[in-house]
């Protein structure tokens, strides 16, 4: 049975074969899309003064023809098949019957041949910023203007898929109509995809990187090519060969597999750790249970862990909190020594410790500071795993058991924020866990990356004209450091005398149970501030201490 736009069409095509056909008002509509010179000729039958001759006519017979024929098309476009386009497209076997638009381009040339029509059928393009405000990806996305990069494309992988919502975009989506991809919103991009694959790609190093995008069975990984034998910088003498993603070009690779022989074996290593949580995690849980019910509000916990070597920082944390008023009764510390156990409830911070049992335990499901760092190290979130939130459900919860069954890969490659990383990106593209990484250049969260790198930044938040919630002193080499760091930002709270000492060489008695004795003696209530470095950022200008960096200019 044949479609309402075929019976239609043949029906204006036979019309158009007789002599006498006459274009009355009632056509004005079609009438007056035509180019001027042939509504002129369809209304007088005359160009220019002069009586036109049986080719001129034709001419605007045919024009007139095809919009009819595309009127028709819209009038039927809900019901008709894929097919039926072809063939409005193709026109039929003639050359006479083929359509044209005059509100489109006129081209029939396809922006990708037959044989990806399988993958590709349309493409356009949508501002990258707008199109990451639309469905906040997640990742953190850098403001693109000027970058080379301000906008991100869409390829359709079906005609379905383009939209609709304008004739003259869904023609310039799949036809190359000459004047470029076409620029859309995000909305009407989108209107039409039931599904959509997001792939982060750049070129950090500005090599000579190609892309291939291959039609087969799906995969969510990208699989990376170098002209590299695996064991030094690129060298294009040599072929193409898979690498690991982490392979730099200068020829180092960030990921690497554990070693299982030899005596520093890390897969052992994390075996024997592995072993003594296996047989005390049930017990743990059920004592640190009746802890957590104490300490949450509002079903939410703030949990810190820390040793005796990084303990002045925890009482810097708790000195600076209570100097400005915060509740502090939501923390739980888990400490991992006697001594800074003692330090911790000597701030009257909430703690959880097992001397025998060693424990070593909206939509967003976690959220991260962003690490300030875009290296392949870190890609594709750069999430700073000092500071987090994490959302308590299955696939977070999965997501912290499986860091714990990776912690070979911890020790192998010295960093628990590498294998983090990795996954986060995993979780999120194998169980849909949701991650989101604010912004480096978000106000709320800053750290080193700004303290070292941000200079203006730094200016604003030390004269409070930045929405600031929490500073993390992350890219800093070691705890001296860090601690002048604070001096001269005016954000260390802690007495000298309370500086890598225990509770008992603090106080000169053993520490009272259930009393904050340390609090009075090691807090101060104001900033305890000293100039260090001029060439780093302080709350009052050190000009006259000496640089710490190469650069040697002063932060004032």
């Not at 056909?21 to 160009?47: A, E, H, Q, Y």
């Not at 892309?211 to 002209?227: D, F, V």
Request: charged share 25%; hydrophobic share 35%; proline share 4%.
């Amino acid at each position: 049975m044949g479609s309402p736009l075929a019976a239609r069409r043949s029906s204006l095509i036979a019309h158009r074969s007789s002599p006498s056909t006459l274009i009355n008002d009632s056509m004005r509509p079609t009438r007056d899309k035509l180019p001027t010179s042939n509504r002129r000729l369809v209304r007088s039958g005359r160009v220019g003064g002069e009586i036109a001759n049986d080719a001129e006519c034709e001419e605007a017979r045919k024009k007139w023809i095809e919009l009819r024929v595309l009127e028709e098309l819209q009038k039927y476009k809900d019901t008709l098949t894929p097919e039926d386009f072809s063939a409005a497209s193709d026109g039929g076997s003639s050359e006479e019957e083929s359509i044209s638009d005059p509100n489109q381009s006129e081209s029939k040339v396809k922006r990708f041949p037959d044989t990806m029509q399988r993958f590709a059928r349309g493409i356009a393009r949508i501002n990258k910023d707008e199109l990451n405000d639309q469905f906040d990806f997640g990742n953190p996305v850098e403001k693109s203007d000027g970058t080379g990069d301000e906008d991100a494309i869409i390829i359709y992988n079906d005609w379905k898929a383009m939209p609709t919502s304008d004739k003259g975009i869904s023609h310039a989506v799949e036809y190359n109509d000459g004047r470029g991809i076409p620029l859309l919103d995000a909305k009407t991009a989108t209107e039409n995809c039931d599904g959509m694959n997001v792939i982060f790609t750049g070129n950090p190093e500005n090599r000579a990187q190609c892309t291939a995008i291959i039609g087969n069975y799906e995969s969510y990984h990208i699989q990376r090519w170098m002209r590299t034998d695996g064991s030094g910088p690129i060298d294009h003498n040599l072929p193409l060969a898979l690498v690991s993603r982490g392979f730099a070009p200068r020829g180092k690779s960030n990921f690497y597999a554990p070693p299982y022989d030899g005596k520093q074996s890390q897969v052992k290593r994390h075996w024997k750790g592995l072993l003594t949580f296996l047989q005390n995690v049930d017990a743990v849980l059920h004592d640190l249970e009746p802890v957590l019910k104490k300490v949450a509000r509002n079903n939410a916990v703030v949990v810190l862990t820390c040793n005796h070597g990084q303990s002045e920082l925890l009482v810097n944390f708790a000195c600076s909190s209570r100097s400005r008023g915060i509740d502090l009764g939501h923390v739980l510390v888990f400490p991992t020594d006697k001594e800074t156990l003692e330090l911790a409830e000597g701030l009257g911070l909430a703690t959880f410790y097992d001397e025998k049992k060693e424990p070593s335990i909206q939509h967003f499901d976690v959220l991260f500071q962003h690490d300030g760092s875009n290296t392949i190290r870190y890609a594709p979130y750069s999430a700073n795993s000092g500071f987090y939130y994490v959302r308590a459900n299955k696939r977070s919860q999965y997501l912290f058991t499986s860091l714990l069954y990776h912690s070979d890969l911890i020790l192998t490659w010295d960093s628990h924020q590498q294998a983090l990383v990795q996954l986060l990106s995993e979780h999120s593209s194998l169980f849909g866990l949701n991650v989101k990484v604010f912004s480096r250049d978000t106000e709320m969260f800053p750290g080193g990356f700004h303290y070292h790198q941000r200079h203006s930044f730094m200016k604003k938040m030390l004269k409070g004209e930045t929405d600031t919630y929490l500073f993390h002193m992350s890219w800093t080499s070691n705890k001296k450091d860090k601690l002048l760091f604070f001096r001269q930002l005016g954000e260390w709270y802690v007495e000298e005398k309370c500086i890598g000492a225990s509770a008992t060489d603090i106080l000169g008695i053993s520490l009272p149970k259930g009393e904050a004795a340390l609090v009075t003696t090691c807090c101060s209530a104001k900033p305890l501030f000293s100039c260090h470095y001029k060439d780093k950022p302080s709350i009052l200008p050190c000009t006259d201490s000496q640089t710490i960096d190469k650069a040697n200019r002063s932060f004032w």
